[in-house]
């Protein structure tokens, strides 16, 4: 029969097994979410891989830097699926309006429409550590609050 310390180290390495299982499970489950096709035969990861394939050529290496930059601040981990998710945003945004080459305007916009509200906190202290205007920015910033 368990008793004292072992049962409780039992116990507790049950609760975090449970903890880390359900964690892991949730992160997969949102990417097979993302990976369904919709209505239009294309999943959410689909479209953003045609739109960065679409607008690969309109990167040079000043704007991947900045991109690199502006992605900084999210947890390794998760880099770059963020990454792909803002490129794949940027590319679109450059498809609509039939941009020659990427601004800085449509990369910062594209970061904006593909973040949540609570990052853009983090965009508008990195822009001004890059010494970059934000006030252009703000209609953007307001949309959806």
Known sequence: MLEGWFLWFILIWI?????LFSIGGFFMFRKF???LPKEDGKSILDWEEYY???TRHMWDDEQKSLLEELVSPVPELFRD???QKIAGKIGALAI???AQKLSLSLIIRGYIE???K???KFLRKK???LEIDSSPFEAHFQKGQ
Do not use: C, G, N, Y
């Not at 609760?15 to 903890?19: D, F, G, K, P, T």
């Open 81 to 83: 699926v963020a990454r």
């Open 127 to 129: 822009l001004s550590e």
């Open 33 to 35: 979410l993302k990976r």
């Open 15 to 19: 609760v975090i097994l449970i903890s």
């Open 96 to 98: 609509e309006e039939k």
């Open 118 to 120: 609570r990052d853009h």
């Open 52 to 54: 960065v394939d679409k």
């Open 114 to 116: 593909a973040t949540p």
